[in-house]
């Protein structure tokens, strides 16, 4: 018995079936991993692509053949999300969709709370305009979340399937119809904010210039950029 996959009428996949216990009358069930005859796997072409099963037997001399087209009747996997699997280099990668949207500006008009002393020992004045844009802020993002989420030889330890190193590497992109993500907030002059990713509050700071702990008349100057994608991923330099 052969069984072929195609993939917009083309040939995708060929399995030669010799099991004795495939190849008795009767119903069979066969599985198949989605992997390509060259050992590859790409989760987006079963969502863009049409996919039809054709089984050849050989019954009493006489070859028989029957395609189906397989019918999508929901959505395969999360929009959000593909994966693309090489077996032979070893390879992952992951093609994360986010919707990061623009949390605006807080602290720009609260200057005049800065205590002089604190203008005295840092020597720098009080950001009253926003340096940085929402555009610069979801780049840096988009980097930080492809540096921190893959591992591979340049950044971190392989991962390691079945006793073999892999390489996993992470390409986000902005999407409207992305995953649900943060809003993004450029933060100064003001008390230190916790970055969250809760389903009733999804908060992303990037705080700078003038910002307090506890006490709004002990202010330290610092230039941090926090991360918080799914679950607690902070990048913070901080000047002091």
């Known amino acids: 018995m052969k069984v072929k996959v195609f993939q917009d ?10 099991e004795s216990s495939m190849l008795s009358l009767g ?8 992997f390509w005859d060259y050992g590859d796997y790409d989760s987006k072409s079963f969502k863009d692509k049409d996919i039809a099963v ?32 090489q077996r032979n280099i070893k390879e992952m990668i992951v093609t994360l969709r986010v919707n990061l949207r623009d949390g605006g500006e ?15 020992n840092y020597g720098e004045q009080p950001i009253t305009s926003r340096e940085v844009s929402f555009e610069e802020l979801k780049n840096e993002v988009v980097k ?7 591992r591979d030889k340049t950044n971190s330890n392989q991962v390691s399937l079945k006793g073999e190193l892999w ?8 999407s409207k119809n992305g995953m649900v993500a943060p809003e993004i907030i450029f933060s ?10 809760f389903i009733l509050s999804r908060k992303l700071y990037y705080q700078t210039g003038y910002n307090y702990n506890k006490s709004c008349t002990n202010f330290s100057i610092n230039h941090p950029v926090f991360i918080n994608m799914g679950g607690v991923l902070i990048v913070n330099q901080q000047l002091l």
């Open 27 to 34: 119903e069979h069930e066969w599985e198949w991993d989605g």
């Open 9 to 18: 009428g083309e040939p995708y996949y060929n399995d030669d079936i010799m």
């Open 188 to 197: 100064t002059n003001s008390k230190v904010k916790r970055s969250r990713n």
């Open 144 to 150: 930080e979340i492809n540096r921190h989420w893959s």
């Open 167 to 174: 390489n996993s590497n992470t390409i986000a992109e902005i």
């Open 54 to 85: 054709e089984v050849t037997v050989w019954l009493d001399g006489q070859e028989k053949s029957h395609r189906i087209i397989l019918e999508k009747k929901k959505s395969i996997g999360k929009e959000w999300v593909d994966v693309s699997i």
């Open 106 to 120: 807080k602290g720009l008009n609260s200057a005049s709370k800065i205590p002089v002393q604190a203008i005295s």
